[in-house]
């Protein structure tokens, strides 16, 4: 035979079939759920995922100030940052967090899980966080997603 028989399907922005989903985050675990939600934003689960191209879902999350962490981590895990001036250096726990900004603990868990380059930048942007269960996306008609089947 001269030719293949199979060709290797590389997706583009033309042909990504991307969809609206939502994920209720009440009760799951940060860690978990926040690899579930990159492999969805990534597109990973997928069957023509390709690693340079965006063809991940848009992702909803709702009731982030719900979210649980296993032992002692709401108290000891912190969140450390700089202001760039000397001894700049700040730093909250996971409960000073949750408390301070409900959706800056699911934000920070799922960023650290994409690539850090332009592609995981405009995969971040495709993540929405909401408190409580109202989110503005109505009109988009997301599909919910079921984490314990995922």
Known sequence: MDTLSYKTVSANKATVN???????????????????????????????????VDCGDNVIVV???KVTMTGNKMQTKTYIRHTGFPGGQRSLTASELLA?????????????????????????RNLKVYEGTAHGQEAQKPVVINLESF
């Open 18 to 52: 991307k969809q609206w989903v939502l994920v209720d985050a009440e009760g799951q675990t940060l860690g978990r759920l926040a690899s579930k939600i990159a492999i969805m934003l990534r597109g990973k689960n997928k069957p023509n995922y390709t690693p340079h």
């Open 63 to 65: 009731n982030a100030e």
């Open 100 to 124: 301070k900004k409900p959706i800056g603990l699911v934000e920070k868990a799922v960023k650290g899980m994409l690539p850090k380059n332009k592609l995981g930048a405009d995969l971040f």
